[in-house]
């Protein structure tokens, strides 16, 4: 039988690689919650509390977004060679742009 070719590409490191575990674990909350919301549209539930609830979704997303910027600036941006952190910043301003746009 002929040797199974490995594939040897290294994962790349990210802002988050540290936190990954801890990441996923919160974005599984917040589906979670997303389904309860569903839920409670299924079971008609007053609309002030569906809406609450997506009020929290969305600061809890807005939480976990945060954290990936922070992890960004830290990383991939001050990490980055000098000659890509003019870019690096440049990318990052524009997504806490599109962040601070958003609702």
């Given at each position: 039988m002929a040797d199974m070719a490995t594939n040897t590409t290294p994962t790349p490191t990210r802002g988050?690689?540290?936190t990954k575990d801890q990441l996923l674990k919160r974005l599984r909350r917040i589906e979670g919650q997303v389904r309860g919301i569903e839920g409670m549209v299924e079971d008609d539930r007053y609309c002030i509390d569906v809406v609450?609830?997506?009020?929290?979704?969305?600061?809890?997303?807005?939480?976990?977004?945060?954290?990936?910027?922070?992890?960004?600036a830290r990383h991939c941006?001050?990490?980055?060679p000098q000659d890509e952190q003019a870019d690096k910043?440049?990318?990052?301003?524009?997504?806490?742009g599109r962040m601070m746009r958003r609702g």
């Open positions: 988050y690689t540290a609450t609830q997506i009020s929290a979704v969305q600061a809890a997303l807005d939480k976990v977004a945060l954290g990936l910027v922070d992890d960004h941006v001050m990490g980055a910043t440049d990318e990052l301003m524009a997504v806490v």
